[in-house]
């Protein structure tokens, strides 16, 4: 079945570790998303890439990055800098037709600073 | 900057009651908006995508309608099952790409 896949399910990183977040799709969609979500809240984007080898910036990009060497991945790495990760992270891709699909997302990485 | 607002926060209805989510955005020209359903601990399941020049989107028990001029989407959900309950999340997206996301209704559907 074609989807998205996030790695790991749980997630646990001690003060000033750097820790990356897998995200895998095969659905050979473009655009790859990454949002944040805390709880009672809505989700913020953190980064997006339309494109391989390119992404933006979204909402809360600080202390976070990304990479985009292939167009089936999308890992995000949250870095020291980022003062307060734990939350649940989720990724999303949406495809080439555009955003006549919707999205699709993975079933997300919970985050928790230990 | 767009804004997405969802009425109730949270909702505790009995089984087989017909219920109406609501959600306003600030900025009416939107590209299209999607409801998505999130169970605890789970990503996000999409339920509805309706482009900006429709009026409505049906699948199943869930109809989802939107005003553009008002700046408002409801989701119908018919004859309410226990199943139903988790959270209901409502995005527009202004450009086709990024989406920007309310803060959910909490649905509790009991037996």
């Known amino acids: 079945d074609g989807g998205i896949t996030q790695s790991p399910k749980y997630l646990f990183r001690k003060e000033g570790q750097n820790v990356t977040l897998s995200c895998e799709q095969n659905?050979?969609?473009?655009?790859m998303y990454w949002y944040r979500q805390d709880p009672g809240q809505g989700l913020r984007l953190i980064y997006y890439?339309?494109?391989?080898?390119?992404?933006q910036k979204g909402d809360i990009a600080e202390g976070y990055s990304v990479s985009r060497e292939k167009k089936e991945s999308f890992p995000l790495t949250v870095t020291s800098a980022q003062k307060n990760p734990t939350a649940f992270y989720l990724c999303?891709?949406?495809?080439?037709?555009?955003?006549?699909?919707?999205?699709?997302f993975g079933s997300g990485t919970r985050l928790t600073v230990v | 900057k767009q804004e997405v607002t969802q009425i109730p926060a949270a909702l505790s209805v009995p089984e087989g009651e017909n219920l109406v989510l609501n959600c306003s955005f600030t900025?009416?020209?939107?590209?299209?908006l999607q409801w998505f359903r999130q169970d605890p601990g789970k990503g996000l399941t999409s339920l509805l995508l309706?482009?900006?020049?429709?009026r409505e989107q049906t699948s199943g028990r869930l109809n989802a309608s939107l005003d553009k001029s008002s700046g408002r989407s409801t989701l119908y959900i018919a004859a309410s099952q226990p199943g139903d309950s988790a959270t209901y999340l409502c995005?527009?997206?202004?450009?086709?790409?990024?989406?920007?996301f309310g803060e959910g209704t909490q649905l509790t559907v009991n037996p």
């Open positions: 999303a891709s949406i495809g080439s037709g555009g955003a006549n699909y919707g999205y699709t």
């Open positions: 659905l050979n969609h473009d655009a």
């Open positions: 890439s339309q494109i391989v080898n390119d992404f």
């Open positions: 900025d009416s020209a939107i590209y299209n």
């Open positions: 309706i482009q900006s020049s429709q």
């Open positions: 995005a527009v997206s202004l450009s086709g790409s990024r989406l920007t």
